[in-house]
T-cell receptor
């Protein structure tokens, strides 16, 4: 069964809306979770490392004010895409499992109209 | 510049054929992982290799880690349509480093 749950699986919304995506580790505690972005037929690009109880670490070129990450508990990390625009449309995936990602969520397809 | 390169980028073969996918880097990795991803889903871990020269088998899939721990290969014997998907290699240079992904190999197995 799934060990990392991601919700929602699909979001369609208007430009300017803020969208929150949740990533939960179901049967283990994760001090670290990872957020990725994936464009069609491309690989996963790490956006940020989410650390429980502290600030997320963002990769170069990722706007921290645009992509807000909160890791308030050992089983939940959230990614909020603020004031989303069409160029933010993508497949967002989280993972958890210690220092190296082992288990991935099923992803969230975000479509901004 | 990609730290991990994969080849080929796309591969379309007939059912029953064999194939090999390569993952290469100029850097040494403490471990490499192979994932398969189907459209609209998250990647699923197939294997982790940690020792140079290591060979692991998973049914019709054979994974090899290069002696210098800079490259890896995935060989599929008698490919089936169910093998269709995006194959990603990923690795970390140290045990505490973030994992990076290769660009992926998109495999289509035609019945």
């Amino acid at each position: 069964g799934a060990v990392v749950s991601q919700h929602p699986s699909r979001v369609i919304c208007k430009s300017g809306t803020s969208v929150k995506i949740e990533c939960r580790s179901l049967d283990f505690q994760a001090t670290t979770m990872f957020w990725y972005r994936q464009f069609p037929k491309q690989s996963l690009m790490l956006m940020a490392t989410s650390n429980e109880g502290s600030k997320a670490t963002y990769e170069q070129g990722v706007e921290k004010d645009k992509f807000l990450i909160n890791h308030a508990s050992l089983t939940l990390s959230t990614l909020t895409v603020t004031s989303a625009h069409p160029e933010d449309s993508s497949f967002y995936i989280c993972s958890a499992g210690g220092v190296q990602p082992q288990h991935f969520g099923d992803g969230t397809r975000l479509s901004i109209l | 510049t990609q730290l991990l390169e994969q080849s080929p980028q796309f591969l379309s073969i007939q059912e029953g054929e064999n194939l090999t996918v390569y993952c290469n880097s100029s850097s040494v990795f403490s471990s490499l992982q192979w994932y398969r991803q189907e459209p609209g889903e998250g990647p699923v871990l197939l294997v982790t290799v940690v020792t140079g020269g290591e060979v692991k088998k998973l049914k019709r899939l054979t994974f090899q880690f290069g002696d210098a721990r800079k490259d890896s290969s995935l060989h599929i014997t008698a490919a089936q349509p169910g093998d269709t998907g995006l194959y990603l290699c990923a690795g970390a240079r140290t045990s505490y480093d973030k994992v990076i992904f290769g660009p992926g190999t998109s495999l289509s197995v035609i019945p």
